[in-house]
């Protein structure tokens, strides 16, 4: 138990330290870096390991004597999710937001103090000692409190009345329901029935298992399979189409979407809202191929409005490709990022 | 003696190759500048022998590195024909599909000729599989492809590629697709390398600023750079080795210099490209003619040029786009009487500017794939009538189109008269990057555009950034280079304006002025139409988040119409003065808490007297 917990302090320690080197920059600050899409679990399992070293230290501390009082550990407690919320997270989340998981986590935090009569106790007890307590410590404090209290409240009343030019914060649907069906250079598309018709196998039928053996492999790089080079000379039905579509994306979407389809292209930086990163599992390996069809097509403009159709730059691609460069655009948006397109059923 | 006589030999050997090799690949382009340069290498190789022996200050000899292994490489070209073929091409010639649309184009490692290295000029990078750490000083090429080069369309390949596939795919470029030198080759190759690591930086001190400042004039830096460093200097005539145009930096866009590392201000990557000069570009090596001090204050003095902010900080750099961070909110201070068309006022110094980033307008046709202005900086000021707008960007030509232009300024379709989109695959002859400085020349200009009767919008909905909409129409104004400042009704992309000439009357162009590379355009106008009536214009109202868009065209880059540069939505607030409520509430709110503490202790201490009792 005791070594089980030794190891548990030492985990806390070392991510505190790291958590604070980052802080002030002495540690660079993607030394553990956050990986895209995966970003949520990460945090979560950042969060849980940050919890195991918490206790492990508490219950070193307490076995060498040195027990820490638990109203400074609920206090801390809370604090460093704060401190963790703001600064280990990038991009950085909105203050609104931050209040709303400090509050859940104040509320977690009271219960976990309050879980017993005897917890509550040892809980309550520094602040009932701040009221009442006769020891000249306690009475420096009280005073003091008497003083900082007041100025802080009044301060923080001032500052939030103060008027500020903060950005207004708007909330835009990414992924808005799209129509039944679009039409496309004079022909129309049901969403739900149509397919690309560059998914092919080799004896030109659509073939979507057969195409999702050729895509890119998933993890860290995703190179291309083994033998299924769309640049090879003797490349062949799909994967010919996938170089082609590769041709359109390098000549029209990169600029926004970049080299590797995570949205950070040579025009990206200028424009709110981002473009989409493809290689994130949120974006088009959570939808149909139809869908993207008809968001390339459409472009911010044929948005409904929770997709903000006025402030998007994302070309309606109808009036630069034909239909047959649209399709296998998103023929290689697939292969490069290595997701299978979401089927109907 | 003998050791002296080898070491001449081997730097003779050097410089014949390297004419050689110089010679060859201008012949292809052009053989007159061909010719021209072999003839000032010849000259420079002379001076060359003459020193020979002693190398520059702060550089050491190094050797070549061992050759990749046969499986890394083999493993390297799996990644090229995933990632890099895209733009680099089959052959590594540069030619990839997306190389034509784009300028800088992407680099032709035929030549090896490489920019951004640690090396003396025209000597390969430094490359070695075996170096696994990036920013060791030790491995340019994995530095490069690590952090990409910023103001181009190369990306960091950091958190993509894992270190071993960038390695990998170097060990491909550098053996199979490098064909005209090889880093292996202690015949013909050598390393002279800056010994950045060891050389102890001098600290940015006012005395060694001022030195730099002088040098700049001295080293003739200027004459390419600009007098103020914004890379206008030589802005028409500079070509690389590959005979595209090139562009001086700017240097106070340090976040775009191809060196910067994704590190823009640190100030040992100036003194680097200062040391080593760029390969394959008209920049050269001043390590033979400046002493280590010496480059140390250049390299102070041009880090000290970068924008900064008011306290002199440096800018927050965005880390997942490596451009300045961005606040959507242009902010307009009230002030009492005449607002100053000195940029130089206290009033306007006083006033906080705000970072507008520009993208190219890639919407609708004809697209702009190159915009030459990618962000503009905007201070903003108004008084009881008017809301004035101090716009300043950085252009390196002042354009002006001669003669009157064929269509009227209220025209926004003007495909018709030559201002067309560069098509996706033209080969080199035809490229974006061939027709720079080849364009018919437009006026510069710049415009935004604020919604109509946004009173009457509700929240989020705004006319669409590009001119509005047919439901919602935009109010634009718009300045050009031949001093005209124009509003207009925008109903739609497509849909030319509507200039409406009795406003006109009311706006007001207080200042508009092009100095070394900087515009300088003020824009004055009111605050609402006659009658607070704004079925016409958009009324400002104190204390509001005004959607607002801007628009930039750089005349020699042939934009006109459509083809400009764009920002997103940003918001203008006519800042309210601070009502005396903000002072007064807080005070009885922190007295009321106070009161609050004095019932509370007094409760306790009564109720605690009571058990006592």
């Keep these: ?345 | 003696m003998g050791l002296i006589l080898n070491l001449t030999n081997n730097l003779g050997e050097q410089v014949v190759r390297l004419t050689m090799s110089k010679l060859r690949m201008n012949v292809k382009a052009t053989p007159i500048i061909g010719a021209a340069l072999g003839a000032l290498i010849l000259s420079a190789s002379a001076v060359g022998l003459g020193h020979a022996g002693d190398l520059p200050e702060g550089f050491a000899k190094g050797e070549l590195a061992p050759a990749p292994p046969a499986e890394m490489i083999e493993a390297g070209k799996r990644v090229y024909f995933t990632k890099c073929v895209w733009c680099h091409g089959v052959d590594g010639a540069g030619d990839g599909p997306g190389a034509d649309r784009l300028w800088p184009r992407p680099r032709n490692f035929n030549q090896g000729t490489f920019k951004i290295r640690h090396t003396a000029s025209g000597e390969l990078p430094l490359f070695n599989y075996n170096e696994k750490t990036p920013d060791s000083g030790k491995n340019d090429l994995l530095d490069t492809v690590t952090h990409g080069l910023p103001g181009s369309a190369m990306p960091p390949w950091e958190g993509i590629l894992t270190e071993e596939q960038r390695l990998q795919v170097l060990s491909f470029v550098t053996t199979q697709l490098v064909k005209d030198r090889k880093f292996t080759d202690k015949q013909s190759e050598t390393q002279t390398i800056l010994q950045l690591g060891t050389i102890k930086p001098a600290e940015p001190t006012e005395e060694s600023i001022k030195k730099g400042a002088q040098l700049i004039v001295d080293k003739k830096c200027i004459e390419c750079h600009g007098v103020e460093g914004r890379g206008d200097g030589n802005a028409f005539n500079l070509k690389d080795d590959w005979g595209f145009s090139i562009q001086p930096a700017d240097w106070h866009k340090c976040w775009n210099f191809r060196g910067s590392r994704q590190d823009p201000y640190n100030v040992r990557n100036i003194f680097r490209t200062f040391s080593t000069g760029v390969n394959g570009t008209p920049m050269p090596s001043f390590a033979d003619s400046t002493s280590v001090e010496d480059r140390w204050s250049i390299a102070n003095f041009v880090n000290s040029l970068c924008e900064r902010d008011a306290e002199g900080k440096p800018l927050g750099i965005d880390p997942l786009t490596d451009k300045p961070k961005i606040n959507f909110v242009v902010p307009s201070a009230p002030v009492e009487g005449e607002i100053s068309n000195d940029p130089e006022n206290e009033m306007w110094k006083k006033q906080g500017r705000r970072y507008v980033a520009m993208g190219g307008q890639i919407t609708h046709k004809p697209r702009n794939f190159v915009n030459r202005i990618d962000d503009i900086w905007v201070k903003s000021l108004y008084n009881e009538k008017n809301v004035v707008y101090l716009i300043q960007w950085d252009d390196r030509t002042k354009s002006v189109a001669e003669g009157k232009l064929p269509w009227a300024p209220t025209q926004v379709n003007v495909e018709n008269f030559g201002v067309k989109e560069q098509a996706p695959k033209t080969g080199e002859e035809g490229s974006i990057a061939a027709a720079q400085n080849n364009y018919a020349v437009y006026n510069d200009g710049i415009a935004f555009q604020f919604p109509i009767k946004w009173q009457e919008i509700p929240a989020p909905f705004k006319p669409r950034y590009l001119w509005g909409d047919a439901k919602f129409n935009a109010d634009i104004l718009k300045w050009e280079a031949d001093g005209s400042l124009r509003s207009f009704k925008g109903t739609g992309w497509d849909q030319d304006f509507e200039e409406r000439d009795d406003f006109e009357e009311k706006v007001k162009l207080l200042k508009s002025e092009w100095k070394n590379g900087q515009w300088t355009v003020m824009i004055s106008r009111p605050l609402k139409g006659d009658k607070d009536d704004y079925d016409e214009y958009t009324r400002f109202d104190i204390g509001k988040y005004i959607p607002m868009v801007f628009f930039a065209w750089d005349g020699h880059n042939g934009d006109a119409g459509r083809k400009m540069a764009v920002s997103a939505f940003y918001y203008t607030i006519l800042q309210p003065p601070i009502p005396q409520e903000v002072y007064i509430y807080p005070a009885i709110i922190a007295v009321g808490v106070v009161f609050l503490e004095g019932w509370m202790l007094t409760r306790r201490a009564n109720k605690k007297k009571g058990k006592v009792l």
Excluded at chain 1, 10 to 26: A, C, D, S
Excluded at chain 1, 69 to 81: D, E, K, M, S, Y
Excluded at chain 1, 258 to 283: E, S, V
């Design chain 1, 1 to 345: 138990m005791k070594a089980l917990m030794s190891v548990g302090a030492l985990i806390g320690v070392l991510g505190l330290l790291m958590l604070i080197g980052m802080i002030f920059g002495v540690i660079p600050s993607n030394t553990v870096r956050l990986v895209e899409g995966y970003m949520p679990m990460q945090v979560l399992s950042e969060l849980a390991v940050f919890v195991a070293g918490f206790t492990g230290l508490s219950y070193l501390a307490n076995s060498m004597g040195i027990a820490f009082p638990r109203f400074w550990q609920g206090v801390l407690f809370w604090a460093f999710i704060q401190t963790y919320l703001k600064f280990r997270i990038y991009p950085p989340i909105p203050f609104s937001v931050r209040a709303m998981y400090g509050t859940v986590s104040f509320v977690a935090v009271f219960m976990w103090v309050s879980a017993n009569e005897e917890d509550w106790k040892k809980f309550r007890q520094p602040i009932l000692n701040v009221l009442d307590a006769n020891t000249g410590f306690h009475k420096a404090l009280r005073t003091m409190y008497l003083i900082l209290l007041p100025l802080l409240i009044g301060g923080f009343s001032f500052l939030t009345m103060k008027p500020s030019v903060d950005e207004p914060i708007e909330l835009r649907t990414v992924h808005p329901a799209p129509p039944a069906s679009t039409k496309v250079h004079g022909k129309t598309y049901t969403l739900q029935t149509s397919q690309n018709p560059y998914r092919v196998n080799l004896e030109g039928k659509y073939d979507q298992a057969y195409s999702n053996k050729l895509i890119v492999e998933q993890g860290m790089g995703r190179l291309m399979a083994p033998n299924a080079n769309p640049w090879d000379d003797k490349a062949e039905g799909y994967l010919k189409y996938v170089r082609e579509g590769g041709e359109i994306f390098f000549q029209n979407c990169h600029f926004c979407h970049g080299d590797n389809l995570n949205g950070r292209g040579l025009h990206a930086f200028a424009f709110n809202p981002i473009p989409a990163n493809f290689t994130d599992p949120g974006t088009i390996a959570q939808l149909q191929e139809t869908f993207i069809f008809w968001r390339v097509s459409k472009g911010g403009i044929g948005l409904p409005n929770e997709g903000f159709p006025w402030a998007s730059v994302m070309p309606p691609w109808e009036q630069h490709l034909t239909t047959d460069e649209i399709w296998k655009v998103i023929l290689f948006e697939y292969w490069h990022t290595g997701y299978y397109p979401r089927t109907w059923d």
